[in-house]
């Protein structure tokens, strides 16, 4: 596509905001905006500033959730340029969840250019105190008014940003995550590979429940025989066993993270022992009996690395690492947030300048 993105910049300039950041209150001045039909494909892509949508009460999006989002951050270095952390993998993984939600495709080579225009008229936003970042949030929504059920024939294509805090204020920081045994979050054939809206709403009654219970995250069982591990909260998980870490392999109902993806990499990279595989919460237990479980931790990208330090199941406490974040899940989290924010090298070629 060769369309050029009409830019229309707003008039008064929102204050910045000083102090911490609440994740995803604020938004900066402008959105990137496409709309699709039918006849005419992907069409009018333009910078305009941030305002409210008009939508057709009966648009398909509220009825039947035809909807798909991305999560992605930019980087401020201490140079001051901006910088995206494998931004190609966010643009392929929207257009795979579109697929499955029976949305037309984007060009991803178009939406990356689309975005990095925004956020070279945003770079103003992007915060620049220790571990701050701009969250970049694309989205697709059915806009067609039609209570039939049945593929739109309309869409927006959007790309709003909002200015974030550091994820951990005090240092990273374990958390304590109970095993989900009622609800499950996807099942293969379902929509789980995909990030669509309904997976996160059919999931917050879950979390609703744990976080009255003291634990910050719900630990995803398999949605059949809820027998094996699958995520934790709307993170992968890894879990290092004498020595080897442990993912639980990709079957259609776990969500392909890009984080996930930068871990493998690394581990393999430095040699550690690593597994993807189905792991049950039998396994996970008999580990932890034998003091075999050396670490846990959820990956994704507003935490990057989440420590695990107490897992709960059936009534039972597992303590891992005394609490505290285990080596492999350290290490992990200081290389990539160093090579997020431009204070390492990129050995495999993982960051995109968006300024110079
Ligand atoms: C977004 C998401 C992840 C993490 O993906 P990243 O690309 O690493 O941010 C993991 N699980 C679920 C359910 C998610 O929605």
């Known amino acids: 596509m060769a369309e050029t993105i009409n830019v229309q910049l707003s008039e008064g300039k929102k204050t910045k905001p000083t102090g ?11 959105m990137f905006m496409m709309d699709y039909n039918v006849n005419k494909g992907w069409h009018d892509p333009k910078i305009i500033p941030y305002e409210p949508l008009s939508l057709d009460p009966a648009a398909i999006i509220f009825h039947y959730g035809q909807t798909i989002f991305e999560g992605l951050k930019a980087y401020i270095t201490d140079d001051g340029s901006v ?8 643009f392929e993984r929207l257009n795979r969840s579109s697929e499955r939600m029976s949305i037309p495709k984007l060009d991803e080579g178009f939406a990356l250019e689309a975005l990095k225009k925004l956020i070279n008229i945003e770079k103003d936003w992007v915060p620049t105190q220790e571990g701050t970042s701009l969250y970049i949030r694309p989205f697709i929504i059915a806009t067609q008014p039609y209570l039939g059920v049945a593929p739109s024939t309309d869409y927006k294509f959007m790309i709003i940003l909002s200015p974030v805090g550091s994820y951990y204020k005090e240092g990273i920081n374990p958390i304590k995550i109970a095993v989900e045994n009622e609800y499950v979050r996807a099942v293969a054939g379902g929509t789980g590979e995909a990030k669509t809206a309904g997976n996160y709403a059919s999931s917050l009654i879950a979390e609703e429940l744990m976080t009255e219970g003291g634990y910050a995250q719900v630990l995803w069982l398999d949605g059949v025989e809820k027998k094996y591990v699958e995520e934790v909260g709307s993170m992968n998980v890894f879990f290092k066993i004498n020595g080897e870490v442990i993912t639980p392999k990709l079957n259609g109902s776990i969500l392909q993270g890009v984080t996930r993806d930068s871990v493998i990499q690394l581990l393999k990279h430095w ?86």
């Open 271 to 356: 040699d550690i022992p690593f597994n993807e595989k189905q792991i049950s919460m039998a396994e996970i237990a008999t580990a932890h009996e034998n003091g075999e479980l050396e670490e846990a931790f959820g990956t994704g990208t507003a935490a990057v690395i989440s420590p695990v330090g107490q897992l709960t199941w059936n009534n039972k406490d597992f303590i891992i690492n005394n609490g505290d974040t285990g080596q492999v899940a350290k290490r992990l989290y200081d290389t990539l947030t160093s090579i997020q924010y431009g204070k390492t090298d990129d050995p495999f070629n993982w960051i995109q300048k968006v300024t110079e």
């Open 83 to 90: 910088q995206l952390f494998r931004p190609e993998k966010n």
């Open 20 to 30: 911490d950041l609440d994740f995803g209150t604020i938004f900066t001045d402008h």
